[in-house]
């Protein structure tokens, strides 16, 4: 599929795939797909903890010995969250009446009723994976597809550095945002690489490809910068600089529903560096990660409520690139009103992902066979003049050792955990409110 100027007529029916929620269409077809859903580094040993994915509430856990289990948010019993009760060995039992639930879902006891009929309960229960410090879940119907593995960003001497952030607006916005390079010279103009030309509509191209859009600028010098897009919600990139110690790194980007209004990205980001300038890089990340206390999403309400511009803040104490993206994208509501859009030329890529999508959407409420999106070698992020392979940054030009393991690196900022988590970890009240 080569998606060119005229294809932007088309007409979307965004309900489709902007509603995740319990039997919904795009619910049911993400669902069918392994998504990251949490932090390694933030599930404790025997400390549950509730989870709201897609606008279901599930429960995770890690038994002593570090297994980690999800299953159902709520007891069937009387419907209590389940996350307040005990893990034993790698079973679970709820805090309100003592019923013991093994790993599988089984009911194993119910102490006041003498476990009379636990053969009749079971809780649902879904594969979880463990994965270069993420924990990814299948929450779909029937047996798992095989697990996405991304070799370049397991195996090299290096960082792997771990982000993510929780944005407050639908999760296809920010979907639709990573085939739109149009935006950057604009939104994120203070960036060392950014020009008044990049994403210049007549040199932007998108093609389908196995794994889902290979998303092409051409300069008028001939540089080519290539973006993967991987459905239905993953891309592989190379990052614009943002660090002098860095350049240029290749990246994966997911975006995960919590709800409808609101959503994770989750990141990987490669960065081949060791010796002491991955010591520099670890040092600095750190201090950034002391040094950032001012919420991007205040930041964020502030400027679109009129009462601060983005100048007024001291860049050095908020995620300028978050709060660059946040108010781009809350800026269109936490829902697009796609209705209203006139779309260009330079809207080419944003135009693709939205054809594959009801594409794959009209196949799925059909029942037809639907495309099996796999990323093979050659599904490669470019940019310019660099090497398929980003190079080594210490200058030491000798292959990484056999089975080399990069040093996991947590980047997100404390105020950011602290924002994340809150989102992700169920809220009655919250939630009461709302409904009334």
Sequence with gaps: MQTTASDTHLKIQDDDYTSTGPGTL??????????????????????PVPLRVMGELYTLYRTES?????????????????????????????????????????????????????????LRTWPVKEYLGLIFAYL?????????????????DGLLEIDSYVRYCNYFQNVENALDMSHVAFTHSDNMASFGTIGLGRNLSAEESDWGV?????????????????????????????????????????????DDESHMQFSLHRVPATGPVAERICADREARRETIDISHHVACDLILSGRKR????????????????????????????????QLGRADIGVVAIRRLWRRELTHFAQGLPLKNWER??????????LPDTLVRMDGDSQPPAENAEPRLLDMRPHIEVDAQLEALHFAPRREATHER
């Design 376 to 385: 093979n070698p050659q599904i490669r992020p470019r940019a310019w003049h």
């Design 66 to 122: 570090g297994e980690v289990f999800l299953t159902e948010g709520r007891c069937p019993h009387r419907g209590t969250q389940l996350s307040s009760g005990w893990v034993e060995g790698t079973a679970l039992r709820c805090f309100y009446h003592g019923w013991k639930f093994e790993s599988d879902g089984r009911c194993s006891e119910q102490p006041a009723e003498e476990s009379r009929f636990v053969s009749k309960v079971n």
């Design 26 to 47: 795009a619910g049911r077809y993400l669902r069918s797909f392994w998504n990251p859903i949490y932090h390694s580094v933030d599930l404790k040993p025997l400390r």
């Design 214 to 258: 290979s998303y092409r600028f051409r300069r008028d010098d001939g540089e080519l910068r290539v973006q993967q897009f991987g459905m239905p919600n993953v891309f592989y990139m190379t990052a614009l600089p943002t660090d002098a110690d860095v350049g240029w790194q290749e990246s994966l980007f997911w975006w995960v529903p919590i």
């Design 140 to 156: 779909g119907e029937g047996t798992a597809p095989i697990f996405p593995r991304h070799p370049e960003f397991e195996s090299f």
């Design 310 to 341: 983005i100048g007024d803040f001291d860049k050095t104490r908020v995620d300028l690139v978050r709060l660059q993206d946040d108010i781009a994208q809350l800026g269109q509501g936490i829902f697009a009103d796609r209705s209203a859009e």
